[in-house]
């Protein structure tokens, strides 16, 4: 069955970029869309944004001027990157395989990784 | 950006009772509705796709019902293990947006 873990720092600086690296293990990339999803301590889920296994892309339009998602079907991995980052991104970090057009639904998730922003 | 609302944002319930939450989206869905079973410290698991279809491994006892705007999870008799936070997720529009939780306690 697939699976998904988050990896990358779990400290960033104000003004910094957020890196962090989600590996699918039991299945295939190439495929599905691969999403990210966060959500601060305590609060509800944000969608980020997707990318399609053929490199469609979509991202929330409350971040798309500082997020970028990557695929490396190579190494069945994808990646988030949010730059010009402050203290109200910090938030578990989650990734999730997207299911049917859209995606629809996320199935499974990945365990989530916290990530705080602080000087 | 399509709005989730969800009713009540927290609800206490004993072993064995009959538990609802809605869910109310700010335009028409269709059907495009999902809900999440969040615990504590946990990922969210997926419960119901497409409004009312069961994912697989789930208890029988969680269903979903609803179309347009207006949605339903029932847990028909509430276990301890479904201590949680839920959460409703539209597939309709983009952003993909989630309800804000129900966060379901045992008595």
């Known amino acids: 069955q697939v699976q998904l873990q988050e990896s990358g720092p779990g400290l960033v600086k104000p003004s910094e970029t957020l890196s962090l690296t989600c590996t699918v293990s039991?299945?295939?990339?190439?495929?599905?869309?691969w999403s990210w999803i966060r959500q601060p301590p305590g609060r509800g889920l944000e969608w980020i944004g997707y990318?399609?296994?053929?490199?469609?892309?979509n991202y929330n339009p409350s971040l798309k001027s500082r997020v970028t998602i990557s695929v490396d079907t190579s190494k069945n991995k994808f990646s988030l990157k949010l730059n010009s980052v402050t203290v109200a991104d910090t938030a578990v970090y989650y990734c999730?395989?997207?299911?049917?057009?859209?995606?629809?639904?996320?199935?499974?998730w990945g365990q989530g990784t916290l990530v705080t922003v602080s000087p | 950006d399509i709005q989730m609302t969800q009713s009540p944002s927290s609800l206490s319930a004993s072993v064995g009772d009959r538990v609802t939450i809605t869910c109310r989206a700010s335009?028409?869905?269709?059907?495009?509705l999902n809900w999440y079973q969040q615990k504590a410290g946990k990922a969210p698991k997926l419960v119901i796709y497409g409004a009312s279809s069961l994912q697989g491994g789930v208890p029988s006892r969680f269903s979903g019902s609803g179309s347009g705007t207006d949605f339903t999870l029932t847990i028909s008799s509430l276990q301890p293990e479904d201590f949680a936070t839920y959460y409703c997720?539209?597939?309709?529009?983009?952003?993909?947006?989630f309800g804000q939780g129900t966060k379901v306690e045992i008595k």
């Open positions: 335009q028409s869905i269709s059907s495009h």
């Open positions: 999730a395989r997207g299911l049917a057009v859209g995606p629809g639904w996320f199935d499974p």
């Open positions: 039991g299945g295939s990339i190439s495929s599905y869309y």
């Open positions: 990318i399609y296994h053929s490199g469609t892309i």
């Open positions: 997720q539209q597939s309709y529009g983009t952003p993909r947006t």
